[in-house]
Every structure is written in structure tokens, then in C-alpha cells.
């Protein structure tokens, strides 16, 4: 892997009680590159991405971050400090936006920048506009999650991790709570952000757009990382059986 | 609830879908009206069948007359107290849950002990032992040659009255503010630590704002549940609704007469504070509404 990795994992093991979630994982992302991280329900990608900015505490491993680096032993404490401002390098988005109810969409897109990075209100608001435009949701900015559609949150919720610019964008199944109608909408400002040269992680199960957007793709199965490549390589061409056996009917489905 | 708010466009007679439409709101309409009236006519016939009874037992409507003043002039005492005890035992309970959800050690054994404590006890037995027991401290503390501590523990009987029903109220809320903050989902707080806040931040900025939300129905029940709990204060002497009416009761025999102005003034003092709370969630359901 190359030198200017800006993330980079090294034997990740979680365990959830005797669940022994991933069994050691190690790979790194080098900036503007766009991973996506595919695999079965339960295979323990979702957990990967979440021990990323520590919302899941590991049980094991070295997590470096744009330089900030955090080894942690199994069965000792390690510095909580420290990997709360490791987290400030990512953003991440929700398979259920989370976006706070009580806020309107712009409170929501500025609340880190104000309480987080004690940013006047007077210049957080600007910038808020700035990132809600860029998903297409200036004039939703003063309107609650409630009155919004489910890919709009979704936006407004990008918008928001967005406004901390943090190094690397975090997505965990970001499509997966919306209707079908609805789910263009999120990927193309996710297509948009890939194009600019966004470093981004995204856990999905749409297949069509990670062969689109992927630089390269990791297939997660029980808790490893079974392979990894390129999309043509993986869909294409996999070295992996468990990885032509995930993927062939989705391939079939999408011949039709 | 949304359906007779809605606002149609066109007039009457315009469209036979939108005819047919406002005909059935119409319907709901009057048959919610006339629901209404009929619970309203049975609490009046009620009322005049209770208020025949009373007549009929040597109840003296001309001394209810000439008293009521006097068993009025107590209740800015009640709504002060309750008012008052009200405040400290919110911030009882916020602190209460908050240590409890903590995972602080003494904070927890603290706010559990106090939770246990309070609610195993009953109010007035807490009222004695914080009017008639710490003042034996205090001159104990005194006597030792301590008088500044020693005078904390002397307390007049609204300050007893204020602080016991704190107390007792803050345990119970606390176990309100406990749920409240738990019904937030775990998503919102994982929401907030993505961009980065602590967890003052998230508490202040996040949880709390949609937790009080959800348990202000709560809150007012317990403010409306204090204000009848307060006639306990009259124990100790204090002048308001309970002990006044008690006084000319034992005094003239009166004691339907008295009691009956005294819970008069109790049934409207809530109701006029439930219609406050009404008041008080209509404004926080803004940003929830479509």
C-alpha cells in the first residue's frame, strides 16, 4: 500500500460479547480515493466502518487517521480523548439520517460548527448555506427534518457532515432507508462529491453505483476481508468463491 | 387532529369531490359537538345533584359566603410554594437522571440512595423531620460552638415546606427525566458524537431539547399533583388554603362549609393549570407538525 495513506487499519478486531464481529482487518485509503465496502447482511461491515470513528469502541487494532494514530489492546483502556478528536477527521452518514427533529434543516448543517468549533453564528450560517446549496437544499433551510422527504434528509444530513470538512466522508448504507424513488437523488450528490475529489467509505448493497463510483471495492465476509479490487476486477473477474457466489445473482439480475 | 385544520381551495358547489369532502368534515364536526354537549350536560346535572345533597344536610351557604375570602387570600401561598418547589425540584431531577445515566460511580450511588430514600418515605413524615428533626442538629451544632452551620438546620416552615416537597417530588421526577432522556433514540446521540460534540454538548444541545418535550405532559402533572400536596405544608402553620379553612372549621364547626370552599379553589387552580400545559405543548409541537 502506498506511503501517503490518509487512513489506514491495521488487524481491527471487534467483538460483540462472544460475537466475534471482525477477525482482524487491515487495509488503507489513500486520499481522493473512493472505497466502497460491499458483503453480506451481518458481515460485520457496517461495524468496520463505525470503529472508523470510534461510534463502536475496537477491541483490538491500530486505527491511523490523516496522521493522528490510536493503538488499542485488548482488555485495556486507551485514551477516549484521543479518539474523540481523531473523530472530528471524519463525517458520517446515517442509514437513518439521524438528523436532529428539533433544529431546522440549516440549525442542523451549523450546530457542529457552533457548538463544536465555537463558530460565530453570523459566519457558521453562510458556510450552512454553502453546503446545503450543495446538495440542492438551500431553500429547505429553514424547515424541520418532519417536512422534508426522506432523500432530502439524507442530503441535509450529508450537508451536515459535510460542514465540519472533515478528510474522509463516512456512509453507511445511506440508501438503504429509502424509497426507491428517492435513492438517485442521495447518490448523485454522492457521485458529485466523488468527482470533486472527496476521500469517501460507503457501505452499500447498490451494486450498479458502486461499479460507477469505486476506485476499489472490498467484499467483507465473516468478519474478513475476503478480497479486494477494482470493480472490474471484483465483479468481472472474482478470485474469491465466496465472492462469486455474492456476487452472481446480483450479476444475473442485472443482465436482465 | 390534522384532518379539521385543513384548509380547502374553491368555493361550495365548485367541485362534487371537494363537496362530498367537506360534507364529511362537516358531519365530524357535529357529531364531535354534540358528543361534547352531552358530556358537558351529564358534569352539570352532576354538580346540581351533589350541590342538592349538601343543602339537604345543614350546609350553610351564607357562611361559605362570608368565608371564602378568607380561605382565598391563602392561595397566593399554595401557587408560591408550589411554584417554587416546583423549579428546585426540576433541577433535583435533572440532575437526578443525569447521575443516574452517568457512568460515575458516586453520582450513581448518590442519585440512588436519594431516589430510594425519598420515594420509601411519605411526604409528611419528611416534612416533620426536616421542620421539628434538623433543628435538633442545629442546636446540637450550636451548643458545639458552630452557629453559622448550626442556623442552615434551623429552617421557618416555608422554607421546610419548600424544601420537603423539592425533595420529595425531585426523587419521583427524577425517574420522569430518566425515561424521558432513554426515549431518545441511540441514533441521535450517535448523530452528535459524529460531528464531533462532548457529552455536555449532546445532553444540552440534543437529548434534552426533545426529551423535555416528551415529558412536559409529565412535569405538569406532577406541578398539578404538588399544588394539592402543599396543603400538607399546613401542618407547620402555614398560612395558606388548608390551614385557613381549618381554622374557622374547628372554630365554627363548619367543616363541609370550609373544606368544601378550600377544595373548590384546589379543582380550579388545576384546571386553570391544565389549560396552561395545553398552552405549553401546543407551542412545542411546532417543529413537529407537517
Given at each position: 500500500m502506498s506511503d501517503n495513506a490518509i487512513i489506514r487499519v491495521e488487524n481491527l478486531h471487534k467483538w460483540f460479547g462472544l460475537l466475534h464481529v471482525l477477525k482482524g482487518v487491515s487495509f488503507s485509503v489513500v486520499p481522493k480515493e473512493v472505497l466502497v465496502i460491499i458483503g453480506r447482511s451481518g458481515s460485520g461491515k457496517s461495524t468496520l466502518l463505525r470503529c472508523l470513528n470510534f461510534l463502536e469502541e475496537p477491541s483490538s487494532g491500530t486505527i491511523d487517521i490523516a496522521g493522528q494514530s490510536l493503538t488499542i489492546t485488548a482488555g485495556t483502556r486507551y485514551d477516549h480523548n484521543q479518539a474523540i478528536a481523531m473523530r472530528l477527521n471524519t463525517g458520517m452518514v446515517f442509514q437513518d439520517f439521524?438528523?436532529?427533529?428539533?433544529?431546522t434543516a440549516l440549525d442542523n448543517v451549523i450546530e457542529g460548527l457552533v457548538t463544536v468549533k465555537k463558530m460565530p453564528k453570523d459566519k457558521a450560517i453562510p458556510m450552512g448555506m454553502k453546503y446545503l446549496q450543495k446538495v440542492g437544499l438551500e431553500e429547505k433551510s429553514?424547515?424541520?427534518?418532519?417536512?422534508?422527504s426522506g432523500g432530502q434528509k439524507q442530503r441535509v444530513a450529508i450537508a451536515r457532515a459535510l460542514a465540519m470538512e472533515p478528510k474522509v466522508m463516512l456512509f453507511d448504507?445511506?440508501?438503504?432507508?429509502?424509497d426507491p424513488e428517492l435513492i438517485g437523488e442521495v447518490l448523485d450528490v454522492m457521485k458529485q462529491l466523488a468527482f470533486e475529489g472527496t476521500t469517501m467509505i460507503i457501505v452499500t448493497h447498490e451494486m450498479g453505483f458502486a461499479c460507477d463510483v469505486a476506485d476499489r471495492i472490498l467484499f467483507v465476509d465473516r468478519g474478513i476481508i475476503a478480497e479486494s479490487g477494482t470493480p472490474d476486477q471484483l465483479f468481472d473477474h472474482p478470485q474469491d468463491e465466496r465472492t462469486r457466489l455474492f456476487l452472481e445473482p446480483i450479476r444475473k439480475v442485472q443482465q436482465i | 387532529m390534522a384532518v379539521e385544520t385543513m384548509k380547502f381551495p374553491g368555493q361550495p358547489g365548485s367541485d362534487p369531490d371537494l363537496d362530498m369532502c367537506h360534507a364529511l368534515l362537516a358531519q365530524q364536526r357535529r357529531e364531535r359537538l354534540i358528543r361534547t354537549t352531552k358530556i358537558g350536560v351529564v358534569w352539570v346535572i352532576l354538580i346540581i345533584i351533589l350541590t342538592i345533597l349538601l343543602l339537604?344536610?345543614?350546609?350553610s351557604p351564607a357562611y361559605v359566603y362570608q368565608h371564602y375570602g378568607f380561605v382565598l387570600a391563602g392561595l397566593p401561598l399554595t401557587i408560591g410554594i408550589s411554584l417554587a418547589s416546583i423549579l428546585a425540584a426540576t433541577v433535583l431531577a435533572l440532575l437526578g437522571a443525569v447521575s443516574k445515566l452517568s457512568n460515575n460511580s458516586i453520582a450513581q450511588g448518590i442519585a440512588g440512595l436519594y431516589v430510594s430514600l425519598v420515594r420509601g418515605t411519605p411526604l409528611l413524615v419528611q416534612i416533620f423531620i426536616i421542620y421539628n428533626g434538623l433543628p435538633q442538629i442545629g442546636t446540637a451544632l450550636i451548643a458545639k460552638g458552630m452557629p453559622q452551620i448550626g442556623h442552615l438546620f434551623i429552617l421557618t416552615a416555608i422554607q421546610s415546606g419548600i424544601l420537603a416537597l423539592s425533595l420529595n417530588y425531585g426523587a419521583y421526577m427524577t425517574e420522569i427525566f430518566r425515561a424521558g432522556i432513554q426515549s431518545i433514540s441511540g441514533g441521535q446521540r450517535e448523530a452528535a458524537e459524529s460531528i464531533g460534540m462532548n457529552r455536555v454538548q449532546i445532553l444540552r444541545r440534543v437529548i434534552l431539547p426533545q426529551a423535555v418535550r416528551v415529558i412536559i405532559p409529565d412535569i405538569a402533572n406532577q406541578f398539578i399533583a404538588m399544588q394539592k400536596d402543599s396543603?400538607?405544608?399546613?401542618?407547620?402553620?402555614?398560612?395558606?388554603m388548608t390551614y385557613r379553612a381549618n381554622r374557622f372549621a374547628r372554630q365554627d364547626s363548619k367543616f363541609m362549609e370550609m373544606f368544601v370552599i378550600a377544595a373548590l379553589l384546589y379543582w380550579l387552580l388545576t384546571i386553570v393549570s391544565s389549560w396552561f400545559e395545553g398552552l405549553l405543548e401546543k407551542r412545542m409541537r411546532h417543529a413537529y407538525e407537517r
Open positions: 439521524n438528523l436532529f427533529p428539533h433544529m429553514f424547515e424541520h427534518p418532519i417536512r422534508l448504507e445511506p440508501t438503504s432507508a429509502l | 339537604q344536610f345543614n350546609f396543603a400538607l405544608v399546613s401542618f407547620m402553620g402555614i398560612w395558606e
